[in-house]
């Protein structure tokens, strides 16, 4: 196996903090400039991507 077990439940929690991030982008109300749309979300998605490049990285 190329990676630990470790490895896959990071990337695994990577994968679930980015898509948490996509649906809080899709919001349930009609104003595209709300915070959590525009801000909020963004940073999820981001910090999702950083943590599964740490769980790829991680020995």
Same mark, same amino acid.
């Given at each position: 196996?190329?990676?630990?077990?470790?490895?896959?439940?990071?990337?695994?929690?990577?994968?679930?903090?980015?898509?948490?991030? $996509? /649906?809080?982008?899709?919001?349930?109300?009609?104003? /595209?400039?709300?915070?959590?749309?525009?801000?909020?979300?963004?940073?999820?998605?981001?910090?999702? $991507?950083?943590?599964? /490049?740490?769980?790829?990285?991680?020995?």
């Amino acid at each position: 196996m190329v990676f630990t077990k470790k490895n896959y439940q990071l990337l695994l929690i990577s994968v679930a903090i980015v898509v948490v991030g $996509f /649906i809080l982008m899709m919001g349930t109300t009609g104003d /595209i400039y709300d915070v959590r749309r525009t801000l909020i979300a963004p940073m999820v998605v981001l910090f999702g $991507f950083a943590f599964g /490049i740490y769980a790829v990285l991680k020995k």
